[in-house]
Structure formats: C-alpha cells, structure tokens
C-alpha cells in the first residue's frame, strides 16, 4: 500500500486514495468522504455491521500515514475511559512525599497535582493533541452502543475540538483530528450528535462493487471462485435471515475457501463452511434447507 501525506483535492482523487488501500468505494461515499476532509467536519457512517464502515477509517490512516484512533464504544462507556481521567497514585505519592517533606502549603500542593503531568489521556483527547505526522483519524465505533448522555459529552468535541476540563479548563486542538463515526442502528442516534456531522448511509454492495472488492481483497480467489461466492451471498441477503452476510462475511468466506484449496463451490464446500458467513444456527439451517431444495448451482449463478 502506497501511502501519501495530502488530502484529496477531487471526489476521484479520494475515490483513487480508498482504493490504493483495498477499498473499493461507491461515489456517494467518496463524495463523502472528500466532503468531511475538505470542510473539517466529522462523518457519521451508517448502516448494517459488516458492510465497511469501520474500514473507511482504518484505510484513510493506512493510505494518508496518520495514527488511527479508536474509541470502542459500549454500554456504560464513561468519561473516564473515553477522554481522560487523573492518576489518582501517583497524585497519591505527591501528596505523601510533601508531607514527609514537611511541606505545608496544601492550596499549592492542591493545584500542582492537576497539571498535565498527572493527566492520563484516553482516545478522545488523545486525537486533540498535536502530532508530527499530522492529524489523527479518530474512529468511534458504534456509537449507537454507548448511551445517550455519552452522546451528550461528545457535541463539544464534534462541534469545536475541544473539551473541557474543569480542573485544567478547556483544550482546543490547532489541528483538529479526522473524525469518523459508525452505527449500526442497534438504537436511534440523537439529532444533535448527527447535526454536527455529515452523513452518509453505508448499503449492501451491489454484485459488480462486491466482486470489486473480493478482487482486491482476495485476489488467490480467481474470477471463478469471486463469481460464485458473491453471487452466492447476494442470494443470502434476498432471503429472511435473521443477519444476513455483510461485505466482511464475503471476504472471510472467500479467505476460507481459499484456505480450503477450493476453486469453485459445490454443496458439501457450502454447508462446511457457512459458518464464516452466518453467525446464527436458525439461519444456518434456513440455508441448508434452501441448498437442498434448489441446489447451489443456482444460488451461486453469476447475477
């Protein structure tokens, strides 16, 4: 992967720069994208798990050789383990060290432990700091999972880049990070949070884009293999799954058939193997069911 230190001047130039990092995007998402980079606004991706939301950050690190950071979000998530918190030993240790020191002077001692030097930073602030490399990429994953007055905390830094610190007061990036959000719709997002960001909804790929994509992704596939397993999961997603395959399940399905030495699918291949694909036994079993009814040929026929 070749890497490059400047920002897309064009919508195909950023289409180009996905690309160079295996992604193969659709327009509406490389307008997107150049959108978000060119306005300094945060983008808020949206859509079903799997279909590469979370790789559009991970790729726009890799190809523009800035640090990526990531903040996992889960239910409970909290300031603490988001954006800062102090470090409550070692202010412990400063304390008792004046104090066998005979120190008295317990204001001053006070607001020499709320200095930086005390501060451990977590991802959020971490991407506001000044870099060599330049700015960060800064990926909150899934924020549909954190709860919602974490979502509340977030507006100040996706509004300004800045937050604020009541013992230390507020910190403004000079150079705001490159920030990119992800949902998969487990609940709604507030308004407000979205307001801030621009948008774009993430669909299934079309059987075209997603051969693309197996094709960049896994090449030792052959065209054969690519034809058959996308054409094969685009038949999946037609059916009423409980969570049908999304784009990472293609490519972990094709990794595996490789894996398998396999060069086309045929029905023992499939039923073998679908569990890199499906996550769940009652759709497993839907599958099964169909295979043996219609037979992979047809399911697995070029569209």
Same mark, same amino acid.
């Given at each position: 992967?070749?890497?490059?230190?400047?920002l897309?001047?064009?919508?195909?130039?950023?289409?180009?720069?996905l690309?160079?990092?295996?992604y193969?995007?659709?327009?509406?998402?490389?307008?997107?994208?150049?959108?978000?980079?060119?306005?300094?606004?945060?983008?808020?991706?949206?859509?079903?798990?799997?279909?590469?939301?979370?790789?559009?950050?991970?790729?726009?690190?890799?190809?523009?050789?800035?640090?990526?950071?990531?903040?996992?979000?889960?239910?409970?998530?909290?300031?603490?383990?988001?954006?800062?918190?102090?470090?409550?030993p070692?202010?412990?240790?400063?304390?008792?060290?004046?104090?066998?020191a005979?120190?008295?002077?317990?204001?001053?001692?006070?607001?020499?432990?709320?200095?930086?030097?005390?501060l $451990? #930073? !977590?991802?959020? &602030?971490?991407?506001?700091?000044?870099?060599? =490399?330049?700015a *960060?990429?800064?990926? %909150?994953?899934?924020?549909?999972?954190?709860?919602?007055?974490?979502?509340?905390?977030?507006?100040?830094?996706?509004?300004?880049?800045?937050?604020?610190?009541?013992?230390?007061?507020?910190?403004?990036s000079?150079?705001?990070?490159?920030?990119?959000?992800?949902s998969n719709r487990?609940?709604?997002?507030?308004?407000? $949070? #979205? !307001?801030?960001? &621009?948008y774009?909804?993430?669909?299934?790929? =079309?059987?075209? *884009?997603?051969r693309? %994509?197996?094709?960049?992704?896994?090449?030792?596939?052959?065209?054969?293999?690519?034809?058959?397993?996308?054409?094969f999961?685009?038949?999946?997603?037609g059916?009423?799954?409980?969570?049908?395959?999304?784009?990472?399940?293609?490519i972990?399905?094709?990794n595996?058939?490789?894996?398998?030495?396999?060069?086309?699918?045929?029905?023992?291949?499939?039923e073998a193997?679908l569990?890199?694909?499906?996550?769940?036994?009652?759709?497993?079993?839907?599958?099964?069911?169909e295979?043996?009814?219609?037979g992979?040929?047809?399911?697995?026929?070029?569209?």
């Amino acid at each position: 992967m070749r890497a490059t230190t400047g920002l897309p001047t064009s919508i195909d130039d950023t289409a180009e720069l996905l690309r160079r990092g295996g992604y193969v995007p659709e327009r509406g998402l490389a307008t997107a994208l150049y959108l978000a980079l060119k306005m300094r606004r945060p983008l808020f991706l949206d859509g079903e798990a799997g279909v590469g939301k979370t790789e559009v950050a991970k790729v726009l690190a890799a190809v523009l050789a800035r640090d990526l950071v990531r903040l996992q979000c889960y239910e409970g998530l909290d300031v603490a383990a988001a954006v800062y918190e102090w470090n409550y030993p070692r202010q412990m240790m400063a304390i008792r060290l004046a104090e066998a020191a005979g120190r008295g002077q317990e204001a001053a001692l006070s607001q020499s432990i709320y200095t930086e030097e005390y501060l $451990l #930073k !977590r991802p959020l &602030l971490t991407a506001l700091q000044p870099h060599a =490399g330049g700015a *960060r990429v800064l990926l %909150i994953d899934e924020i549909d999972r954190a709860d919602e007055p974490f979502e509340a905390f977030l507006l100040e830094m996706l509004a300004d880049f800045q937050i604020t610190i009541p013992e230390l007061g507020t910190m403004r990036s000079k150079d705001p990070p490159i920030v990119i959000l992800t949902s998969n719709r487990t609940r709604e997002v507030h308004d407000a $949070l #979205k !307001r801030r960001c &621009l948008y774009h909804w993430i669909d299934y790929p =079309g059987a075209e *884009r997603e051969r693309a %994509i197996i094709k960049a992704r896994v090449p030792a596939a052959g065209d054969t293999l690519n034809a058959q397993v996308v054409a094969f999961v685009q038949s999946l997603r037609g059916l009423e799954l409980f969570k049908p395959p999304g784009l990472a399940e293609t490519i972990d399905w094709a990794n595996a058939l490789v894996a398998l030495n396999a060069r086309e699918l045929d029905r023992e291949t499939v039923e073998a193997t679908l569990g890199v694909a499906l996550k769940y036994q009652d759709d497993i079993a839907r599958v099964r069911a169909e295979v043996a009814a219609r037979g992979v040929a047809p399911m697995a026929a070029a569209q």
